[in-house]
């Protein structure tokens, strides 16, 4: 136990057993797996981890606490006979050496869900790909995306994300889709999980994705604007950088108070967020010369005291000695097999149950077999959450055949409506409208409580309570509900309250500070913690369904996303703890793998990745390149050494290839290649659109688009039929007169008080 942590907060941090009685194991080499099996392990599962090799380093002794190992062959059988769940992952193998396995695997246990995780899945003209953690990012457009716009693309390739985070949004994708597989009391036998590394990753830019289906073009990687800094902006201190996000009028000017009212802030060229936008060259120096005189903490936690969302770029040691962080017990303390006792990142959330139980009967769902597809069925969940993390909670819930309603007012519509975010996120989901300000709201939102199994909420905190929609409130209206409210630092500690948005965690987490190419200041980029924390709420709700089915108990999960985050960069806190030294804006570069990068193509801004991780891919690669051919019998010290020269020979064979040309002829010679698309040409990929990624799905105008799917597909070909996003407020009167049975004479009044707005 750290000494930094109270004996209770250990314990309740240790005491999570929402999966009691659950038996995984994890089969394979890769990394991606073993961050699913950890997922079960935190959420109180029985995970065993079958493999004879050893592996190395920080990482891997995070995602590897908790479970019991066997490399005795002998006893695989046995273990696998006995499974609920076995999760297979042989990246960077192709799919035919995993499909090897499953068909074993099925043979023994035919009862047994399977979850894969591949490079680029089962099926599909690519599905035989080769790629690890460079190839799958690249090959998910996420390079393009990972820290926004550039001054000079040439000079800034397109850059995966520092620290395997190809394998933690695998593994976290591929826990979610067992989770809700294996969620509540129903069979679930028999079925296969097909989990692409690809297409997980890709699915952290739905919005993006979701373009070319609009007829609108990629977004460019040459920087045209800002670079996010009227929304967002990471700005020096006098002891490292503080991020800030004054992105409303009312934010600017409690900002501009911070900064002790400059005359510069009443110019009329800063006026409003377009003008603050269009003149960020001149206002980005301006708001630098006052901060860096000022430290980092100073300006965070003035800025929060004056409502203006902003958090410091924290480092390791700071993470570590965090208040917030100890007081939530979120550190789990393991024994490390060289500096001793070390603290790793635990559970990103807290589970309260209920002292009340309800009897939770399964004579709610429709009887016989449901397929997993639709394995949710006959739960109903309220979901109060908007923008990105919630919205893409409750989607993964609606897919899998929960009844989703969605609540806004037409004062407080979710700003994804803006955008294709809600065509994505909205889809299968009923759409109400309560102004929840007024009591006859209030007392509608409580009658479908009553109705409900799960609330989804990210209000401020405290909101809820307020409008006596508090857990205490709803465990009285319905004793088993499950109410997970999600926040940016967790609803307990003494930064609960701090306003905090998606880019900001990736700031305070050190996130935005790892990726990116050495000497250059740290940027915000893609919104990463959004979608990535999506996956984790509904594995969190899953859990505690199951647990609830098991012991009528309701319960309040308490989510935090900066701890959610976290828990996927084991690497630099437990680096910082036994005294070494945390690589940092590294790009593309790998020190155990060399040629490892991004080369040009033909044509203008068109990359393709390429990654030689053994000896064999590196003589194919020679053999391919006959300038390199003398060079076969190279270590992987002498090609570090030499990388340079060699990345020249690299560029000039690539140059005159297309990025496609070039993957097909290293692929069929054995080395791990794929192209860094754009949005428009991943939609267009043969690869994706064989494998149905992109579903077809009639818009709420009518009209028929292709639009992302899930992150997962069921082996079997089955797919959900989802409903198109609704319009605001589309389905109040039938969800009010369906699940209340309210006559259209009390809805009308209840329009005409202002109830329903």
């Known amino acids: 136990m750290s000494p930094k942590q109270s004996p209770e907060q250990s314990k309740e941090a240790a005491s999570l057993d929402l999966l009691a009685g659950l038996r995984v194991v994890e089969l394979g080499l890769g990394l991606a797996g073993a961050v699913c099996g950890q997922s079960f392990v935190e959420a109180g599962a029985k995970v065993t981890r079958l493999s004879a090799d050893a592996e190395d380093g920080n990482v891997w002794l995070a995602v590897n606490d908790g479970k019991q190992r066997t490399g005795n062959p002998a006893a695989f059988d046995r273990f696998l006979s006995a499974a609920d769940l076995v999760i297979v992952d042989r ?86 889709a067992a989770m809700l597989a294996l969620a509540g009391e129903r069979p679930y036998g028999g079925e296969l999980i097909d989990v692409s590394t690809q297409e997980a990753l890709a699915c952290m830019a739905v919005r993006e994705l979701a373009a070319p289906a609009y007829g609108e073009p990629s977004q460019q990687r040459r920087r045209d604007g800002d670079g996010n800094g009227s929304t967002v902006s990471i700005i020096p201190a006098s002891d490292g950088f503080v991020a800030i996000s004054p992105r409303e009028d009312r934010q600017w000017q409690a900002w501009l108070g911070v900064m002790g009212d400059p005359d510069w802030g009443t110019e009329e060229r800063f006026g409003t967020k377009a003008d603050r936008a269009r003149n960020w060259s001149e206002l980005h120096p301006l708001i630098t010369e006052w901060s860096a005189s000022h430290p980092k903490q100073w300006i965070y936690e ?295 990068g991004v080369y040009p193509c033909d044509g203008d801004d068109e990359w393709v990745a390429i990654s030689t991780a053994s000896p064999g891919e590196w003589e194919a690669l020679c053999t391919i390149m006959p300038e390199l051919i003398a060079r076969r019998s190279d270590t992987l010290e002498a090609r570090t050494w030499d990388a340079a020269q060699i990345d020249r020979v690299i560029t000039a064979w690539t140059s005159t290839r297309s990025a496609r040309e070039a993957t097909l002829t290293l692929q069929s010679a054995g080395v791990s290649a794929a192209p860094s698309p754009d949005s428009t040409e991943l939609f267009w990929d043969a690869h994706l659109q064989e494998r149905g990624f992109y579903a077809n799905s009639t818009d709420m105008d009518g009209s028929t688009r292709g639009l992302p799917g899930l992150p997962w597909q069921w082996a079997a070909g089955e797919r959900p039929v989802q409903t198109p996003a609704p319009e605001l407020g589309a389905d109040t009167d039938a969800v009010l007169s369906d699940i209340l049975s309210m006559t259209d004479v009390e809805i009308a009044e209840l329009r005409h008080t202002g109830a329903l707005t």
Request: glycine share 10%; hydrophobic share 35%; net charge negative.
């Open 91 to 176: 990246t960077p193998s192709g799919a035919s050496v995993t499909q090897g396995l499953i068909d074993k695997i099925r043979s023994d246990n035919s009862d047994v869900l399977i979850v894969s995780i591949t490079p680029f899945g089962l099926t599909g003209p690519d599905a035989e790909f080769t790629g690890g953690d460079l190839v799958s990012f690249h090959a998910s457009g996420m390079g393009r995306l990972l820290i926004g716009q550039v001054e000079d693309p040439e000079a800034e390739p397109p850059v995966r994300a520092a620290g395997d985070q190809s394998a933690f949004v695998a593994g976290t994708t591929a826990a979610c």
């Open 302 to 596: 003035t800025a929060q005291d004056a409502h203006v969302p902003s958090f410091p770029l924290a480092t390791p040691s700071d993470l570590l000695e965090s208040p917030q962080l100890l007081h939530r017990g979120f550190f789990t303390e393991f024994e490390h097999p060289t500096a001793g006792p070390l603290r790793r990142p635990g559970v990103p959330y807290t589970v309260r149950r209920s002292s009340n139980t309800r009897s939770t009967a399964a004579s709610a769902r429709p009887p016989g077999i449901i397929p997993p597809t639709g394995g949710l069925s006959g739960i109903r969940v309220l979901d109060l959450s908007w923008v990105i993390a919630g919205p893409t909670c409750t989607r993964y819930l609606a897919a899998l055949g929960a009844d989703v309603i969605k609540v806004e007012t037409s004062g407080r519509a979710d700003p994804g409506r803006a955008s294709a975010l809600h065509a994505i996120l909205g889809k299968s989901k009923r759409a109400i409208t309560l102004n929840l300000k007024q009591p006859e709201a209030l007392e509608i939102a409580h009658r479908l409580v009553a109705e409900c199994d799960v609330v989804v909420e990210n209000f401020a905190t405290g909101v809820l309570d307020r409008l006596g929609l508090g857990y205490e409130s709803l465990n009285e209206i319905r004793p088993d509900i499950v109410l997970l409210s999600a926040s940016g630092l967790g609803r307990t500690g003494p930064d609960a309250g701090r306003v905090a948005y998606g880019t900001l965690i990736q700031c305070y987490t050190g996130f935005a500070s790892l990726n990116g190419y050495p000497n250059t200041s740290p940027r915000v980029g893609w919104a990463w913690a959004d979608p990535l924390c999506g996956l984790k709420m509904a594995f969190a709700i899953g859990a505690t369904l199951r647990q609830r089915a098991r012991t009528g108990q309701g319960a309040h999960i308490d989510f935090s996303m900066v701890e959610s985050l976290l828990s996927t960069m084991p690497g630099p806190l437990i680096d910082h703890q036994s005294g070494q030294t945390s690589s940092k804006q590294i790009g593309n570069d790998d020190p155990e793998i060399s040629p490892h």
